[in-house]
């Protein structure tokens, strides 16, 4: 069956480290993942999307891998701050229509 | 903030009962896509809709029905709700359907008692 992994244990790490968040994917042949960023109560917000041609894209502190044939990608945050704390969520593009298929989300907690 | 709106913020209804959320799209968008977000769990689609059509579906029930206005914005009707249709209902709207990037609304929080 097709699957999204995302770790569903909260990740907790100090101010000014690296945070890296996995996602795993099965049974899918996405043309594409993005990774999204949501506080409680709110919407997701867009932050990265990287192509299955792609191998890494950077915006700013941002960091996306993506690994076709492990079937991951890896999300990096650097200097990590507290206002960083929210769930980030990543999406595959399935079905060709633009509609996305998320993971649970993984929540980051960033410790001052 | 992304511009695309959503009302009401909050709901309660009643098993059963029939209700209507609606969403405005960002401007200069033709396509909106709707989704239901049960607590702890990622967004899951429900159905898209291109220039006033459905243009795809997920796993729903036909309870779950939509519009599309010629002004793009979008409405979704949950039928006959129940317990487990407690959830954040989330529209995104993109440039067009070829578009990859969505951005969501910040949701109608429903819930059914």
């Known amino acids: 069956s097709q699957k999204i992994e995302q770790n569903s244990e909260a990740l907790n790490i100090q101010e000014g480290k690296t945070a890296t968040l996995t996602c795993n994917y099965t049974?899918?042949?996405?043309?594409?993942l993005q990774w999204y960023r949501q506080d409680p109560g709110r919407g997701p917000v867009f932050l990265l999307l990287?192509?299955?041609?792609?191998k890494e894209k950077r915006k700013e502190r941002l960091k996306v891998t993506f690994d076709t044939t492990l079937k991951q990608s890896l999300f990096h945050i650097t200097a990590s701050q507290p206002a960083d704390s929210a769930t980030y969520l990543c999406a595959l593009d399935t079905g060709g229509r633009r509609a996305l298929t998320f993971g649970s989300g993984t929540r980051l907690q960033v410790q001052p | 903030e992304t511009g695309v709106t959503q009302s009401p913020t909050h709901l309660i209804k009643t098993r059963g009962q029939q209700v209507t959320l609606r969403c405005s799209s960002q401007s200069g968008h033709n396509t909106v896509s709707w989704y239901q977000q049960a607590l702890g769990q990622g967004p899951q689609f429900i159905f898209q809709?291109?220039?006033?059509?459905?243009?795809g579906r997920g796993n729903f029930p036909p309870r779950f029905s939509g519009l599309q206005f010629p002004n793009y914005s979008s409405e979704l009707n949950v039928n006959a709700l129940e317990l487990d249709d407690s959830a954040l209902y989330l529209c995104a709207s993109h440039r067009d359907r070829f578009t990859d990037t969505q951005y969501f609304g910040p949701g109608t929080r429903l819930t059914v008692l």
């Open positions: 049974n899918y042949s996405p043309a594409y």
């Open positions: 990287i192509r299955e041609n792609e």
């Open positions: 809709y291109y220039r006033e059509e459905e243009n």
